[in-house]
Structure formats: structure tokens, C-alpha cells
């Protein structure tokens, strides 16, 4: 289905909120690109990459919701000469969008959520325990993201029907889910891993989170239907079904390893470790990347578990 935005290209709230974020974030980097006045350089350079960052990342949650590029740019446009928000800004007429294209793009937020949730079953059974701040580490994502989906979801205030059977527990609609997992070699497994709790990964979430904060959206003003599991909740369901489906058995990593299951899995482990002889995640600098470690910021987002 697709259509305009709004009507007479009058934003809604949320895409008024997010170009305010936009131009704001514009402005301050207009503001800083001279360079430092009265700060030490590290700390500008580290303002700056930080702002850069935050930039794109808002412009590409915008684009997200609907928010149409002429109105970005008008926003960049106006934040480029430093001019921040005042709430009396003129928009264009709004081409039309195509809302199919909207939901496709949630929907790869919903299936990276039920990613995180397989890799995270399947490496803990694996490996062992995972340690404190790589485990606080991915327990942050998680949240993170389940709060992207559960705000970009209220915000399309998308209907029971578009979500059907996207938001499960069940052990069966687990199945396929944890089937794709238990079949990765390990090698394959840790960079999954890797990919979901680098620290530009839960960085870059806070900020896009921060973002749909700021642009009034409200996980408390949702339909039942429009929020995913808690993750605590898709954590225990994915247990329950792994252990249920008999998962915890080493052979189908091993198999893609050329060898007998317990030594397949201990020579991966440690050549993804350097060649660690701990065999467990000790050690493991699984994630570690401060690239822009400025567009972390303390989040006000409430945890979903509570």
C-alpha cells in the first residue's frame, strides 16, 4: 500500500520530532566545524566523530518513519547555517511513500532481534557463560533494539494484520529460527556474535534510540499488538526451545569443522581467541571498537524488562 505522508505536506508530531533532532544535530556540527575554541583538540575531534555519526544515524531513523527527503534536507539545510528548531518551520508538499517499503525495513529490525536472541542461546550453550561486560554489553543492544522496533512499530502505528505472526515465543516458531544458528561453524558463530555487541553496535543503537525519544515517541502510548516480547522473554523462550529440540548437542557446529565435536569446537574457540588456551570466553575481545565511542551517550530509555 503507499501514500502521501500527510496531507498537504503537514508533518505529523514524530516526523516534526525527528527533523527537529536533525537540524539540531546539523547546527552543532556547523558550531564545531571550525574547529576547537577553548577545548583541547582530542575532545573536539571526538565531539565532531561523534556528531558525524549521530547524523547519519538520526537522518537514516527518520527516513525509517516516513520522513521524506525534501524534508531532511530542509532541516540539513537550515542546521548547516546554525540555526537550531524553532518550531516554525515551512515544509514542501510531501511525495508520496511507499508504506510496504516502511514495514519490509521493520521487519529486518524484527529479524536482527530474533538474531541477537539465537546467537546469544546458542553461544552460551556453546562457550560457556558469557562475562560480565560482554554479557551487560549485549543485555544493552538487545534493549536497544527491542525499543527501535517497539517505537518505529508505534510510530507507523502499524495494524494486527501487517504484524501477524511477527512477534512469537513459541517453541516451534522458534525452530526455524534456532535451526539456521545450530548449523553455523563456530568461526561463523563468534562473528555473529561480534557483529551484535561491538561497541559502535550498541553506540549507534543508543543514538537512534535516543533519537525516537526525543521525537515524543512513547513505548507506554502502544497497542498490545504493536509491541515485540520483552527480551527477557524471547531470551527464555529461546532456551526453552533449544533445549527442547535436543540444540545443545555440539554436532551440528562441529560438523562444518571437519573434525570430532569437542576438539572442532575448542580449536575454533581458540583460534577465534588468538590461540587462548582458555577455552571459554576469557580473554575474548569479543566486540571491543571504540570508533566513535562520543555518540555514546547515558540513555534515558527505560528497560524493557522491568
Excluded at 553506540?203 to 515485540?228: C, F, K, W
Excluded at 527480551?231 to 535436543?246: D, Q
Amino acid at each position: 500500500m503507499t501514500g502521501p505522508v500527510s496531507d498537504g505536506g503537514a508533518a505529523d508530531a514524530v516526523q516534526l520530532g525527528m527533523l527537529k533532532v536533525i537540524q539540531n544535530v546539523t547546527a552543532d556540527l556547523a558550531q564545531l566545524a571550525d574547529g576547537p575554541s577553548g577545548g583541547e583538540l582530542k575532545m573536539w575531534r571526538n565531539n565532531l566523530r561523534g556528531l558525524s555519526v549521530a547524523s547519519q544515524l538520526v537522518e537514516d531513523q527518520a527516513r525509517a518513519l516516513g520522513v521524506p527527503d525534501t524534508w531532511i534536507a530542509v532541516a540539513k539545510n537550515a542546521g548547516n547555517t546554525g540555526t537550531r528548531w524553532t518550531g516554525g518551520e515551512s515544509l514542501p508538499p510531501a511525495a508520496a511513500v511507499d508504506r510496504e517499503q516502511l514495514l519490509a525495513h521493520l521487519r529486518e529490525q524484527v529479524a536482527l532481534l530474533y538474531d541477537m536472541t539465537a546467537t546469544h542461546t546458542v553461544c552460551v550453550d556453546r562457550f560457556g557463560a558469557v562475562p560480565g561486560d560482554l554479557a551487560d554489553r549485549f543485555r544493552a543492544h538487545l534493549r536497544l533494539q527491542w525499543a527501535r522496533v517497539a517505537m518505529v512499530a508505534i510510530a507507523l502505528d502499524v495494524t494486527e494484520t501487517e504484524v501477524a505472526g511477527w512477534w512469537f515465543t513459541s517453541s516451534d516458531a522458534w525452530g526455524s529460527v534456532l535451526a539456521s544458528t545450530r548449523e553455523q561453524a563456530v568461526s561463523q558463530l563468534l562473528k555473529r556474535w561480534r557483529t551484535h555487541t561491538k561497541t559502535t553496535a550498541v553506540s549507534d543503537a543508543r543514538v537512534r534510540v535516543e533519537a525516537l525519544n526525543m521525537a515524543g515517541i512513547s513505548v507506554s502510548d502502544a497497542a498490545t499488538h504493536q509491541l515485540p516480547p520483552r527480551p527477557g522473554e524471547l531470551i527464555t523462550a529461546a532456551e526453552t526451545a533449544w533445549r527442547s529440540s535436543g540444540g545443545t548437542s555440539a554436532t551440528g557446529i562441529a560438523s562444518d569443522q571437519g573434525t570430532d565435536g569437542d576438539t572442532a569446537i575448542s580449536d575454533a574457540v581458540d583460534t577465534a581467541l588468538g590461540g587462548s588456551t582458555n577455552r571459554s570466553w576469557q580473554g575474548e575481545d569479543l566486540g571491543t571498537d571504540t570508533t566513535h565511542d562520543a555518540a555514546e551517550q547515558a540513555s534515558s530509555t527505560a528497560d524493557p524488562d522491568l
